[in-house]
């Protein structure tokens, strides 16, 4: 068997960079193609039905619109000091990381433990599903809320 061309953390890495660009973006001035280079024609991502973006969203036009309605919401989306846990000869892997999150419309800031199921394509360098778990639902909800 051959040698992957991609690990999960190149795939991540590449993925949560062009996230904190475009996050941080006007809505104006956002370019979703870097962020559409790191998922798969087939991409899924589920959302917790307890959050203002719930939902699952397939492909990268599925995604860009959940990116749409995140960057809307955060002006910082920062995934930071993921540890990665992976098996040997698996496509699917856990990310245990900090989230920080301000904001967009008051400027809070909100830092709390986060985890991620991620699974990959190694092959083709992209991730195929994401599902994102936080910690505190509850003061993400109040946050977003305050700033309406």
Same mark, same amino acid.
């Given at each position: 068997?051959?040698?992957? /061309?991609?690990?999960?953390?190149?795939?991540?890495?590449?993925?949560? &960079?062009? =996230?904190?660009?475009?996050?941080?973006?006007?809505?104006?001035?956002?370019?979703?193609?870097?962020?559409? &280079?790191?998922?798969?024609? /087939?991409?899924?991502?589920?959302?917790?039905?307890?959050?203002? $973006?719930?939902?699952? $969203? %397939?492909?990268?036009?599925?995604?860009?619109?959940?990116?749409?309605?995140?960057?809307? $919401?955060?002006? %910082?989306?920062?995934?930071? *000091?993921?540890?990665?846990?992976?098996?040997?000869?698996?496509? /699917?892997?856990?990310?245990?990381?900090?989230?920080?999150?301000?904001?967009?419309?008051?400027? =809070?800031?909100?830092?709390?433990?986060?985890?991620?199921?991620?699974?990959?394509?190694?092959?083709?360098?992209?991730?195929?599903?994401?599902?994102?778990?936080?910690?505190?639902?509850?003061?993400? *909800?109040? &946050?977003? &809320?305050?700033? /309406?």
């Amino acid at each position: 068997m051959a040698t992957p /061309k991609h690990t999960p953390r190149s795939i991540l890495e590449t993925f949560y &960079a062009a =996230e904190r660009v475009y996050m941080s973006a006007p809505p104006s001035s956002r370019d979703f193609t870097p962020i559409a &280079a790191t998922v798969s024609p /087939k991409f899924r991502l589920e959302q917790t039905p307890a959050l203002p $973006y719930a939902g699952t $969203y %397939i492909g990268p036009q599925g995604f860009q619109d959940w990116a749409t309605r995140m960057a809307d $919401y955060f002006d %910082i989306v920062d995934v930071q *000091n993921p540890e990665i846990f992976e098996r040997d000869g698996s496509d /699917k892997v856990v990310v245990l990381a900090t989230v920080l999150f301000r904001v967009r419309a008051t400027g =809070e800031e909100l830092v709390f433990p986060f985890a991620q199921a991620v699974t990959v394509d190694l092959e083709e360098g992209v991730m195929t599903e994401l599902r994102p778990f936080y910690w505190d639902v509850a003061a993400v *909800n109040k &946050a977003l &809320a305050a700033g /309406k």
